[in-house]
């Protein structure tokens, strides 16, 4: 009973002490503490609550991503509705709202509040006694979904209210904001959808919006996902305020990350606080695509009241879109490595916020059928994200007579096999398993930079080796001799030297480069770094069960079975075996060759408050070390924990070097790998 005690005290100091350090790192963006003491704190709760399941709360920081996967979501009825804001584009829009207010209200002028309108999705919170209890989407304003498993995957959103000195939870809290992803986040996202051959997000709009509506909250979680609140609703125990400011304020004293605001007094105020937006726009680490301009007394929103849908209190005032119109010259179908077929649209080249496009993708049969495009259409291009450029809209009053919609092909346009859809209904993909155009970006893969890097290896002529029958599989790479190559459009006798002794540099690479080279759908880099750990030998992956990939380091069910059906089909072993007949030999993981631990036998003795025994042993190995059970002269350091005994004695007489839990914590982190 005292150790559940002591056990329920330490849980609850080190939920607290977790809080406080997120809040830090994600609301005040300063940290206090570095990643790996983040991590220690958090291995410690868990093993608190592996061994008191009792204490494992849903609002645990452990449990961000324990929510189990649901069939679909429930729904959530919004006591009071989520109002939408109205739109306007243009200085003459600014001046008609700020007559409107100043009239209705017999106010010569109005104290205003204007906040970046982030490019996400809307969402309702509600806490009870200061622990977050629901989520939902906007839904239609009046009834929403209940998103709660996929919110509590957001860092930055906390599972428990985190108040100031002096400030009160209230009993109950609803709070709205804004979910979205931040423009660094999206571009790796997108990279690793990219390095997994899967097809790339639109915008971080959709990504955001996506990532909220998996059913699965795992997924959730493997979308970095931001949270920003700006709206309260009068609940009991919340305060009345006077202003939006106040209430803001008040949000951020409970420890929620709230927008950035500036007050803006009257119209020219508000005028300022645009332009100065629109002009640092960029500058921001997240897309934004407006202004909320927003009346700051709270009484005089009561008094200006709403209308349908939308407050009279507030308005989006958007910024003039990067948006070029051009002409749709032609709808091609793009055959990606796993096969999958993307429609892209080849353009009139068009300059679009300071950069030329002549393509556009349109992702996917759905959105293609959704936005209509059509050969000679007129369209609106814009560069989502600042990335990839993307059709917004057709101009439908220029479209040609004689238009017809887009036919998806049943088949692959390069290959004519079947082209079917993906399980989950979003990808088609080609059928072919010799399909040239999944055989080029195949090779474009294999050759690429953290693949095998071979040097001068790029589309044209991956595709110019495919085209003329040179390569059919990886290993035939390696046959290429120099009189072959120099029979090939535009090789030149130099080119041709400088590919060779990149090809026989290559056979030099690593387990990790290698598996990631193959391109096994869902592997990208990550993933074949933690499988090249786990079998460093790929003849072990042959011989590997379900079971045994299954336990390498962050392999999902699905992945594992992907992984495992790839290593037993025979094309795929034979295709592998000839690369390593060829000469190729990966090299085995290398242990670090530099850092503390590196051929260091370290001994562990007592006990530690922030990891146990295996942890720590893992920690050590990971750097290079070795872990022996006993201290001698060749022992380099002894780490002792609390009540250390015979052999921190031990090493005290042999004059070994000793570690306290802070000292080995600090040596870890010098060589913070793994
Ligand atoms: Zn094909």
């Known amino acids: 009973m005292d150790d559940f005690k002591t056990a329920e005290a330490r849980a609850r100091e080190l939920r607290r002490e977790l809080a406080h350090h997120n809040h830090r790192y994600y609301v005040l963006d300063s940290p206090e503490i570095s990643d790996i003491q983040y991590d220690t704190l958090m291995r410690e709760l868990q093993g608190l609550e592996e061994q008191h399941p009792s204490l494992q709360t849903p609002d645990s920081p452990t449990q961000r991503v324990g929510g189990k996967a649901a069939d679909e979501f429930g729904q959530v009825v919004h006591r009071v509705p989520m109002l939408s804001l109205a739109n306007l584009f243009e200085d003459e829009g600014l001046v008609e709202f700020d007559e409107r207010v100043r009239k209705l209200l017999g106010q010569p002028a109005v104290t205003y509040v204007c906040e970046p309108k982030l490019d996400g999705l809307a969402i309702a919170l509600r806490f009870e006694k200061g622990i977050f209890v629901q989520g939902a989407t906007r839904g239609d304003g009046t009834t929403g979904e209940d998103v709660t498993g996929n919110l509590r995957t957001i860092r930055s959103l906390p599972m428990e209210l985190f108040p100031l000195d002096g400030v009160k939870v209230p009993a109950v809290l609803e709070v709205r904001g804004e979910v979205f992803i931040r423009k ?352 460093p030998d790929v003849h072990q992956l042959f011989k590997a069960s379900l079971e045994d990939i299954s336990r390498v380091k962050d392999v999902g069910p699905v992945m594992a079975q992907v992984i495992h059906a790839f290593f037993q089909e025979p094309q795929n072993r034979e295709a592998i075996l000839a690369l390593l007949n060829a000469g190729v030999s990966p090299a085995p993981p290398q242990v670090s060759t530099g850092g503390p631990f590196v051929g260091k036998t370290v001994v562990l003795t007592g006990s530690m408050t922030g990891m146990n025994r295996d942890q720590a042993k893992e920690e050590v190995e990971r750097r290079g070390g070795k872990v022996a059970g006993s201290v001698s002269r060749k022992t380099d350091f002894v780490v002792a924990g609390d009540d250390a005994g015979s052999k921190l004695k031990k090493a005290q007489e042999l004059g070994v070097r000793i570690l306290d839990e802070q000292a080995f914590l600090q040596l870890l982190q010098t060589d913070a790998r793994g």
């Open 184 to 535: 660094a986040d999206f571009q790796k996202l997108n990279e690793k959808r990219e390095e997994e051959g899967e097809p790339l997000f639109a915008n971080p709009r959709n990504a955001a919006a996506g990532s909220l509506r998996q059913l699965d909250p795992k997924e959730t979680a493997a979308r970095p996902l931001s949270v920003y609140l700006y709206e309260c609703v009068p609940t009991e125990g919340v305060p009345a305020f006077k202003s939006h400011i106040e209430k803001l304020e008040y949000l951020k004293s409970l420890g929620l990350p709230i927008n950035r605001y500036v007050r803006a007094e009257g119209i020219d105020g508000v005028r300022q606080a645009y332009d100065a937006s629109l002009k640092g726009r960029h500058e921001l680490p997240f897309e934004v695509d407006g202004m909320v301009v927003k009346v700051d007394d709270e009484d005089q929103r009561k008094r200006l009241g709403q209308v349908s849908k939308s407050p009279r209190w507030a308005v989006a005032y958007k910024f003039p879109p990067e948006e070029e119109s051009t002409e749709v010259l032609d709808i091609g179908i793009q055959v990606g490595r796993t096969g999958a077929l993307t429609p892209v649209a080849h353009l009139k080249p068009v300059k679009v916020g300071g950069v030329m496009v002549a393509r556009a993708t349109l992702h996917n049969e759905d959105e293609l059928r959704r936005k209509d495009v059509r050969k000679g259409d007129t369209v609106f291009v814009r560069r989502a994200g600042d990335v990839i450029p993307e059709i917004v809209s057709t101009v439908l009053s220029k479209r040609p007579e004689s238009s017809q919609p887009f036919e998806f092909p049943k088949h692959c346009p390069v290959c004519g096999a079947a082209a079917v859809k993906d399980e989950d209904g979003a990808v088609i993909r080609c059928t072919g398993a010799s399909c040239p155009a999944q055989l080029v970006e195949k090779i474009r893969h294999f050759a690429s930079r953290i693949a095998m890097d071979i040097e001068g290896l790029g589309d044209k002529l991956a595709a110019q080796l495919v085209a003329t029958g040179t390569v059919k599989t990886f290993a035939d790479l390696y046959a290429l001799t120099k009189q072959k190559l120099l029979t090939l459009e535009r090789m030149g006798d130099k080119s041709a030297d400088n590919l060779l002794e990149s090809l026989e540099h290559s056979k030099g690479t690593t387990q990790r480069r290698f598996l990631y080279a193959l391109g096994i759908r869902h592997v990208g880099d990550a993933t074949a770094k933690a499988l090249a750990e786990g079998f």
